[in-house]
Each structure stands twice: as C-alpha cells, then as structure tokens.
C-alpha cells in the first residue's frame, strides 16, 4: 500500500507527505532523518492518512492536500477522525 499523511509538527504546523511504509517514515522523521521540513519541528504526530494501491495515486493525493489551506487540512483531519470515532461505536 501507499499513504498520503499529514504530520502535525511540535510548532504547531502540518507537514503532508507520502511513503509505502508509514510506520518506517514516521519513525524517520522523529528521529530527524526525514523531511527537511520536520527536522528542526520535531516530535512529530501522525494525524490523518490516505491508503492507495499506487505511487502515483498516493502523489497525486499529497499534491491536492498541499494545495488546501491549514483550516481545510484541519477540517479533513477533523472529518477523519469523526468517521473513525462512528465506526468505534458501532
């Protein structure tokens, strides 16, 4: 599988990115061998993450993501986490 993510950094700001291990790149940004980006930022926090069975998919996904501004990345993690908390109580 392949994820599209988003980070939320120690300075309180979001980080969005893809991988095909996001056990392994999260690891790796917190242990400062990431992204440029979260190195100085760290510890950082998974908050939101998209499964795609293609590279190119889980790309194209990070690209619209980028493209929002921080109040709609934080409505999407918002949705998620909603959605996820229905399903648990089901």
Same mark, same amino acid.
């Given at each position: ?6 980070l939320l950094?120690?300075d309180?700001s979001?980080?969005c990115?893809w991988?095909?291990?996001l056990?392994?790149r999260?690891?790796?940004h ?15 926090r998974?908050?939101?993450? #998209?499964?795609? #069975?293609? %590279?190119q ?10 493209r929002l501004?921080?109040w709609e990345k934080?409505?999407l993690i #918002?949705?998620k %986490?909603?959605? #996820?908390?229905?399903t648990a109580?089901?």
């Open positions: 599988m392949n994820y599209t993510y988003l950094c120690a309180n979001l980080y990115g991988t095909n291990d056990e392994k999260l690891k790796a917190n242990d400062g061998t990431g992204a440029k980006y979260t190195r100085p930022r760290r510890p950082v998974l908050v939101y993450a #998209e499964a795609f #069975e293609t %590279k998919e889980a790309q194209r996904r990070e690209v619209q993501i980028k501004s921080r934080l409505a #918002e949705r %986490k909603q959605a #996820e908390s229905k109580d089901t």
